[in-house]
């Protein structure tokens, strides 16, 4: 396996077309959906008293009256019992994905963008602060805070984090970031966010209010995936309506993308990202980096690149089964039937496991510095 160091730039754009010279804001590209409307309502939006105490150092230990009111079953899995909008597990089962997810992460673009270190520099006059929003198993956050000890670290999400290797200088919040972030402007250093959007309503206005949370030179780092599978031409599958043919994780995903929808929140915010953030006065340095990684191990050859992608494409083929698994209630809850949902599953598993589809999914990340 090639180290990190010396290969992420060339394996992003070994399978990439695209890179941070492309100003397309990806806006021209498919839209499942896009007008289906939301049935979801999310509790907190109704009732901010739930809401954390943030800025004051959230401190608690989990309780089982506490455990209680933050989860809720649903189909055989914990979910979160604060937002209506994310219906994905928040269980021992999806936490381990999210864990497995971030080290295939860790290996294709490493764990902070090139400008981190940088901006977290030990400075002598305040005490540099790190925002994750919807930090999940928070594998992350603890790296930053593991990693800058001298920086104070905060992740917020719908679930407390749980982890028993919190370090010190890292606190968990329970809050919902659709109620908005103003109580958080002017605190930090980073910004970093990572696959949240099947939980957010108004990702365009995210990205406005984390422009005022950062501090000046402070970093905006974003990472989102569109909710639909490319081919070989690294163009997206669209199906028409009531289709029901392969490629079949392609199929899968546009059903997802259409649930997630129906819950009131942006999938396609990916495709604008690198607009926003570009278009927001506040920013400069804007870099977008396109990821391609292929969703089973269908590259021919052995040499280096191929091997490397292979495996992470094994890595982000169970992940795929995993996500799928944990997709059942969101789908469920769509009105999609078990039969239905069960045969797609079949089909895909069976796609996945013969690898020999082109398919892949296309990750962007964009990051940017706060001018000063
Ligand atoms: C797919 S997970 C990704 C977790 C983590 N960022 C990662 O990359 O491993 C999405 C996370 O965002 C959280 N989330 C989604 N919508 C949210 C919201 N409106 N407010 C707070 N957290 C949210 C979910 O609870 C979940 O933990």
């Known amino acids: 396996m090639p180290s990190h160091n010396s290969t992420v730039d060339s394996h992003m754009h070994a399978f990439s077309d695209v890179a941070s010279d492309c100003d397309s804001d990806h806006s021209t590209c498919m839209s499942l959906d896009s007008f289906t409307e939301s049935t979801a309502t999310s509790r907190t939006s109704v009732d901010v008293s739930m809401r954390s105490q943030s800025p004051t150092p959230s401190v608690f230990s989990m309780t089982s009256s506490l455990r209680a009111q933050a989860y809720k079953q649903e189909y055989g899995r914990d979910l979160n019992n604060y937002s209506d909008v994310y219906r994905l597990p928040a269980d021992e089962e999806e936490l381990d994905r999210l864990d497995r997810q971030y080290e295939m992460f860790c290996k294709v673009t490493g764990k902070y963008p090139p400008p981190l270190p940088d901006v977290l520099a030990d400075s002598g006059f305040e005490v540099k602060a790190v925002l994750d929003l919807g930090c999940g198993s928070g594998s992350w956050i603890m790296d930053v805070a593991r990693d800058f000890p001298h920086c104070s670290a905060v992740a917020v999400d719908l679930v407390p984090m749980q982890s028993i290797h919190m370090p010190p200088n890292c606190r968990s919040e329970v809050d919902d970031i659709n109620l908005g972030l103003e ?28 422009s005022h949370v950062l ?121 999609l039937s078990q039969e239905f949902i069960d045969a797609m599953e079949r089909n895909v598993c069976q796609e996945l496991d013969e690898a020999k589809t082109p398919l892949y999914a296309h990750i962007i990340n964009v990051y940017a510095r706060k001018k000063q």
């Open 183 to 210: 109580h958080f402007y002017g605190d930090f250093n980073v910004v970093h966010a990572q696959l949240i959007s099947a939980g957010i309503r108004d990702y365009h206005s995210m990205v406005d209010q984390i």
């Open 215 to 335: 501090r000046p030179g402070g970093l905006i780092d974003i990472t989102e995936f569109p909710f639909y599978l490319c081919g070989a031409d690294k163009q997206p599958i669209t199906f028409p309506a009531g289709a029901f043919e392969p490629p079949w994780v392609a199929l899968w995903m546009s059903y997802a993308a259409r649930a997630i929808r129906g819950r009131g929140a942006d999938a396609d915010a990916a495709l604008h990202i690198h607009r926003w953030i570009s278009s927001n006065p506040t920013f400069e340095d804007v870099v977008l980096r396109d990821i391609w990684l292929p969703v089973a191990p269908f590259l021919e050859g052995n040499d280096p690149d191929v091997v490397f992608w292979n495996e992470v494409a094994v890595t982000v083929r169970d992940d795929v089964k995993a996500f799928i698994k944990s997709c059942r209630p969101l789908l469920l809850g769509h009105g």
